[in-house]
């Protein structure tokens, strides 16, 4: 198996998933076997080859550095869990 | 009413014949009707009926296009502003976009009427809709199977002439192999052509949307209304788009067809193969000549796809933290744990699932044996296929190796899952268009779809050769046995 106990319950910190302690197990022989299947790429040789993060290869367009959109913060928080004078409210982070 | 065409529906509106307010409620009806399917997460009847009415008004004013006063279901992906927005997942089940997406944005300027959002798997992670939120859709075809996924609610309800046609998005088949396996048309236009924005993003550099139509010409009538420049996201082409509807029509003498070796051979069910290699027949009666070309790593596909979209998605998924929109758990200790817990919470297995592999292949020590590996490998992907198109004009093969499988039959084996894709995947890779037409039944009467594959940004070709075949023969215009003329 790829995955150990100790590294999914650190994959599962960096993704901030909780996982009961008692599902860990599986996670592990069910991400090993996905790991596993994926190993196939190694048949081929790769050295040399450019890696191709996209299929547009020139690059992605820059527009001008100008505003144009209207401040819209009463509509995007309307949908917020909590929110109070204008600011998203979370667990109190600093003491 | 349901049979008709885009156009036919169009025509009707325009003499007179149907008001889109009785269009609206005809289809209104029958998503009704048809509730066992479970096609659709939101239906808003109220909301849907005043664009009727607007689009009645513009049209008694002599100010309409193509699609003004016809209602079209939307992927529940697509953000449509004052209607819920879930992406088949928990953690956007209380989540109404403040703004619409660009497709939805172009459909509502010239008239068209939003009829509902349809089911999906969860953040279009899925080849079955079994992993929405909201329950598995039926096949109208055979209750008992998958619509496939993860468009499956806009593939059933095409196929159920519940909706005149609706919207998609392909990652890595996601609108073609549920058109195969519902008997429509699905096209995955070139990555580029359709704007991404306010389409919720799974796997940024290989999501598309398309349209899903009975047809190819109502395929192209969609597109020419979704598709151009939108300045709004960075990977949108500015180059001319034709008029697909006039693009098509034109005689395919001596069209080469290219035929992968890799997609006729292990896996390939050999009915499905016996029904794509007499629609191939077809296609030479047409004037089409047959060429055997080679994909060498096509196999790879997989593997590598199943590396680059778990990556992209997990970044892509890290906003998800109930903080500015969606679901918040309610009992947590501090910050990190209420994102923790919000996120276990929101979130199904199969998208913890594809977080976790894309957060463990771009974690440090591990980046290069899986994300740049698999980046290129997907260069030689596409290099494969810029190779091939040098000796034929489109490629040609099976959409999908079955037809629709059972519900529940692949749901604890993710591999088998994945194994779906293995014909559409790399088209996504390598951002190339490609369509799924219907080209025949099984022999237990289940709908088997042909896959044609373009070159970049030749989609008004693709659409072409798609029309041509279902100008000869009718198998688009087959519907399962429930669905009453």
């Known amino acids: 198996m790829i995955l150990d106990h100790q590294t999914v319950t650190n994959i599962a910190r960096l993704a901030r998933l909780h996982i009961d302690e008692s599902d860990i197990d599986r996670y592990a022989s069910e991400l090993s076997r996905i790991l596993d299947f994926v190993e196939q790429m190694n048949r081929v040789d790769t050295e040399g080859v450019t890696p191709l993060a996209h299929p547009q290869e020139g690059g992605l367009r820059v527009r001008d550095d100008i505003v144009t959109e209207t401040n819209q913060r009463e509509s995007f928080q309307k949908v917020a869990p909590e929110k109070e004078a204008g600011l998203y409210l979370v667990p109190k982070v600093i003491e | ?485």
């Open chain 2, 1 to 485: 009413m349901h049979n008709k065409s885009l156009t036919q529906l169009a025509a009707d509106l325009v003499a007179k014949r149907v008001s889109s307010v009785e269009l609206t409620q005809h289809f209104l009806n029958r998503i009704e009707q048809q509730e066992i399917l479970n096609a659709f997460i939101t239906v808003d009847p109220g909301f849907s009926l005043a664009q009727a009415r607007e689009a009645d008004q513009r049209i008694q004013q002599g100010d309409k296009t193509a699609l003004t006063g016809i209602p079209i279901a939307h992927k529940d992906i697509f953000c449509t502003k004052g209607m819920l927005t879930t992406c088949g997942s928990h953690i956007l089940s209380n989540f109404v976009s403040p703004y619409d997406a660009t497709v939805i944005d172009r459909l509502n300027q010239n008239g068209a009427v939003i009829l509902g959002k349809t089911n999906m798997d969860e953040f279009a992670m899925g080849s079955s809709n079994e992993t929405s939120h909201y329950g598995a859709v039926k096949n109208p075809w055979d209750h008992t199977t998958v619509p496939g996924g993860s468009s499956g609610g806009s593939a059933a309800a095409v196929a159920a002439r519940i909706a005149p046609a609706a919207t998609g998005t392909d990652t890595g088949g996601s609108i073609r192999q549920p058109a195969a396996f519902c008997g429509v048309t699905g096209f995955k236009p070139s990555y580029g052509q359709v704007s991404r924005f306010g389409m919720v993003a799974f796997a940024s550099s290989l999501d598309q949307g398309g349209p899903i139509a009975r047809s190819a010409e109502d395929a192209a009538l969609l597109l020419n209304v979704i598709a151009g420049f939108d300045a709004r996201d960075s990977t949108s082409v500015q180059r001319q788009t034709p008029d697909f509807v006039n693009e098509i029509g034109g005689d395919i003498e001596g069209l080469r067809i290219g035929l992968p070796v890799q997609f006729f051979g292990e896996g390939l069910d050999s009915d499905v193969e016996g029904i794509v290699r007499e629609a191939l027949r077809e296609y030479e009666k047409l004037g089409a000549t047959l060429i055997d070309i080679d994909l060498p790593n096509s196999a790879l596909c997989v593997p590598c796809y199943y590396v680059l979209a778990p990556s992209e998605a997990s970044s892509n998924l890290a906003r998800y933290d109930g903080v500015r929109y969606g679901y918040r758990a309610s009992g947590y200790s501090d910050l990190i744990d209420m994102y923790m817990k919000t996120r276990a919470e929101g979130f199904g297995d199969e998208v913890k699932r594809r977080i976790m592999i894309g957060t463990y292949a771009l974690s440090a020590g591990y980046y290069d044996a899986y994300y740049l590996k698999a980046q290129k490998l997907r260069r030689l992907i596409a290099q494969d296929f810029a190779h091939a198109f040098e000796r034929c004009d489109v490629i040609m093969g099976p959409t999908t190796p079955t037809t629709a499988f059972a519900i529940g039959a692949k749901t604890d084996d993710p591999i088998a899952m994945y194994l779906n894709d293995i014909y559409t995947i790399s088209v996504n890779l390598a951002g190339l268009p490609g369509i799924s037409i219907p080209a025949g039944l099984d022999n237990t009467g289940k709908p088997v779809g042909l896959q044609i594959i373009g070159q970049y940004f030749d989609d008004a070709r693709v659409l072409n050769v798609a029309h041509r075949f279902q100008m000869t023969t009718d198998w688009h215009q087959r519907a399962p046995s429930r669905v009453q003329p």
